[in-house]
């Protein structure tokens, strides 16, 4: 059945009444087949880019500079994967399985977040990624918890929790730095040198070339426009930048008293779009080593699946099998 065709008025007018009256649109509800497929593009690209966004950090955990910093670190990480895993779960619900949502990543026809394709070079990228790359994150999340999809807003308000903790602990490494010797200071410049303009990246083309934001916006999946959300995460960074003495790598940075924001340089767009387009620093590498850990980790899925089915078969009790000896 086509769009046009199929559903009944009444169906359109009822999914339609629902948005315009801020409810939620559930799993169960009926929605045309053209918004289920942008929440599934939106929420399954959110559930790559924090599963992907791992690896970069992932790299430091050996190379913390002290224990504290390599638990807080592990916790992070962990976050991460967590939040991952419960979009994929709360995308599932739009009737497409994590095993489809995965192989359209590696076919190359889902996108992750272009951020995570830059490389963590030293200790204070990892501060820069907690501080700039989950501050943007929390600009965009908390303005996602109002999103109309039911499950995509719960998942949003249980993940902003933990972001705000990742943005903290970011700042605060960062903080050690910038005010410990020239040395350290010098480093956590230069990570924010590289990282300031890929983080204002996140939040997608200016409005009038966004390609998703006028019809997700309508559908109130998108709550406010990305220029909105970068100008939000501007205002409130520049000042934490200022107030631990590191700079801006932005010439045209500047206060605006009469817009009450500071006004800001372009982006430059053809970095993005090559970003996106797969040619990044670290577009191959992060998505090979995506490939090789679902392919090594096939087995357990394997395992996982032949016990479940036994289980229904031979009706084992609940437990997997090492629990001292019983079934
Ligand atoms: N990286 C990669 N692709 C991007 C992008 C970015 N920063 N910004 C935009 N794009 C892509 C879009 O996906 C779209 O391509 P598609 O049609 O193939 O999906 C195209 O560029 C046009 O952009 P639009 O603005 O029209 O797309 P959207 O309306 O989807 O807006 C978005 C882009 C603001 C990123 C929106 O998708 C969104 O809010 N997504 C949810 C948040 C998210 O995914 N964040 C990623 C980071 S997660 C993270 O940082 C976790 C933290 O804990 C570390």
Redesign the pocket.
Known sequence: MTETSSPTDARLATFEEKVANDQRIEPGDWMPDAFRKNVL??MS??AH??VI?MQPEGNWITRAPSLYRKVVLLAKIQD?GG?GLYLYSAAETLGTSREEMVQALHEGKA?????FNYPSLTWADIGMIGWL??G??IV??VS?QRTSYGPYSRAMVRICKE?SF?QRQGYEATMKLAQGSAEQKAMAQDALDRWWWPSL?????HDAE????GQ?MKWKL?RES?DVLRQRFVDQTVPQAEFIGLKIPDPDLKWNEERGSYDFGEIDWDEFKRV?AGNGPCNRQRLQHHINARQEGQWVRDALRAYQRKRRTRDLPGDLPGNGGQR
């Open positions: 593009r939106q690209q959110h880019s924090e966004g991460e939040h996108k992750y977040a272009s951020i790359v989950d943007a994150a965009n999340q996602l972001e990742h990246m996140m939040f997608g083309p966004s390609a998703h934001s997700s998108k990305n996106i």
